[in-house]
């Protein structure tokens, strides 16, 4: 994705005034004065992975390995926004991979979740937004991605239970092919 340039945050709050207006609020009031200009900073902070991208996010970090075992990490947190609704989803992500040399530092798996998920998104696109850029990074012979996750726009909008939870996954490489390998993941990842 190309680099974009950094919103107009005046213009963002002119339009979250307006926003309130059209809602019946009074963006004057005291409670109320100051959010078009927080609204714009927030959403512009959790909008910032459209701005940053994974050679830059990862910045060269490898580690390399003589070994080619399974690395997984798990429990990643993720917060999100739906592109349907604006509203956000959140929850954890396990990424696998088998290298076949080059190992990322485990920070920088966190990172480009991130990246992702301060995006408009869909989860079952931000799954496989992840697991390609771990293998494009990486080089590794198969990737796996798992994230489980609670949308806002279903449990607050009384839709679809109030508890549930959408699992995703992504299996690239031998993690695909190697059934075996696969089912390593997904035990260990805890899905
Ligand atoms: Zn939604």
Known sequence: MKQKKEPDQKKIAALVKSLLRELG?????????KTPERVAKSLVFLTRGYRQNV??????????????????????????????????????????????????????????VDMYARRLQI?????????????????????????????????????????????TSSVLGSFRSDEKVRHEFLSLAGV
């Open 55 to 112: 050679k830059a996010v990862v910045n060269g970090a490898y580690f390399s390995t003589g070994t080619n075992n399974m690395v997984i990490l798990k429990d990643i947190e993720l917060y999100s926004m739906c592109e349907h609704h604006m509203l956000p989803f959140y929850g954890k992500c396990a990424i696998g991979y088998i290298s076949q040399g080059k190992v990322l530092g485990v920070s920088k798996l966190a990172r480009i």
């Open 123 to 167: 989860q079952e696109r931000m799954t496989e937004e992840i697991a390609n850029s771990v293998m494009d990074e990486t080089g590794a012979e198969g990737v796996g991605v798992v994230i489980r996750a609670r949308h806002l726009c279903m449990a607050m909008r009384g839709v679809e239970k109030q508890n549930s939870e959408m699992v």
């Open 25 to 33: 609020e009074d963006p004057e009031r005291d409670g109320l004065k």
